[in-house]
């Protein structure tokens, strides 16, 4: 069931790496590679946050003056696409 806070899905194999993060989805048998920024982001899916507060870690993490919702957006919406986080992103934007 998806969440209105982003969570990571249970049973999921995780290692860091220099550039970021292995993901290993025993499911599907998949190997996902997370580049910093989705790493960042994917770290963040705890369900304690929401996107507004995960874009502001991110712009923080970057020393950016605003946050980084379009980023922020993007990288959990590609989370949400390869079944590493459950998020219920209704009334969620871009703009």
């Not at 996107?51 to 993007?74: H, N, T």
């Amino acid at each position: 069931m998806a969440s209105p806070n982003p969570t990571r899905r249970e049973g999921l194999e995780i290692e860091e790496a220099d550039d970021g993060l292995v993901v290993f989805d025993p499911r599907d048998d998949m190997v996902h590679h997370l580049n910093p920024t989705a790493a960042i982001i994917f770290d963040l899916c705890d369900g304690s946050r929401d996107s507004e507060e995960i874009a502001q870690l991110l712009a923080e993490v970057y020393e950016l003056s605003e946050p980084a919702r379009e980023d922020a957006l993007a990288g959990l919406r590609g989370l949400v696409e390869r079944g590493l986080i459950a998020w219920d992103a209704q009334g969620e934007s871009a703009a």
